[in-house]
């Protein structure tokens, strides 16, 4: 009897063993499934926070770190800083893609600030306006022209390729005709350095009295226009390139 007993007292204490070796097994399984769930979770919501904004793209092909100093170093890296204006609150330049508007900032965002340097005009506000008159170098005026400021040509006495005429025979819609995009670039300047501009000079380099100042002197028709310009300069940071 006694046998017996000893015989089922170890077949007990083994199945007893064997029951809590799969309950701890089945726990670990539990809290595996439980970690992988957080994680996706976590991973997705960060995803949709990421999705939410537009972001500057170094040279290398990563973001750019907000606080780097790049200023004036557009080749290696374009961009100073994240973008924290996202597309989906944008109101005026909606129509603005950024694989448009980005290559366009790294070509021209050394030149820009060369013309700063020599006529005192804000990097961010040629930036931001050749970008909105050339719709970022693609425009018809652009392509054909080299113009990209959308700068007319009102002289009577025009030598052949001095300008050229877009829509009919109203001399004022003659626009001027340049050899390269830099020759844009620095007419541009000369043109804002005259006396119909000049008085912004004393804003510095305040985007925003230029923008709206550009828009009262009458560079644009359209009532919008200094808000679309603060849009794009504030969209990318172009204000980092006034920075010299």
Not at 17 to 24: I, R, S, T, Y
Not at 57 to 62: E, F, K, Q, R, T
Not at 111 to 130: C, D, F, V
Not at 220 to 236: G, H, M, Q, S, V
Request: aromatic share 12%; charged share 25%.
């Amino acid at each position: 009897m006694d046998r017996e007993v000893q015989a089922y007292s170890e077949k007990k204490t083994n199945t007893s063993g064997f029951v809590k070796a799969l309950w701890g097994l089945s726990f670990t399984v539990v809290l595996l499934v439980v970690a992988l769930f957080l994680s996706t979770n976590k991973c997705s919501d960060y995803k949709g926070q990421v999705d939410g904004l537009k972001y500057q793209i170094g040279a290398d092909g990563l973001p750019v770190p907000e606080q780097a100093n790049l200023i004036g170093d557009a080749e290696k890296a374009p961009f100073a800083n994240l973008v924290k204006e996202s597309t989906k609150t944008l109101k005026w330049t909606t129509g603005i893609k950024d694989e448009d508007a980005i290559p366009y900032i790294n070509r021209f965002a050394e030149t820009a600030q060369t013309e700063q340097r020599q006529y005192n005009i804000p990097a961010s506000i040629k930036l931001a306006q050749g970008i909105l008159e050339s719709a970022c170098g693609k425009s018809r005026l652009a392509v054909r022209n080299n113009n990209h400021f959308g700068i007319k040509c009102f002289s009577k006495n025009c030598k052949k390729g001095h300008c050229t005429n877009f829509e009919d025979d109203h001399h004022k819609d003659f626009f001027r005709k340049y050899s390269s995009a830099w020759q844009s670039y620095r007419d541009h300047s000369i043109f804002l350095a005259g006396s119909r501009y000049e008085h912004l000079q004393k804003e510095g380099i305040n985007y925003k009295a230029w923008a709206y100042g550009l828009k009262k002197a009458g560079y644009a028709t359209d009532p919008n226009y200094a808000e679309k310009l603060i849009e794009i300069i504030e969209r990318f940071n172009l204000h980092v390139y006034d920075q010299l």
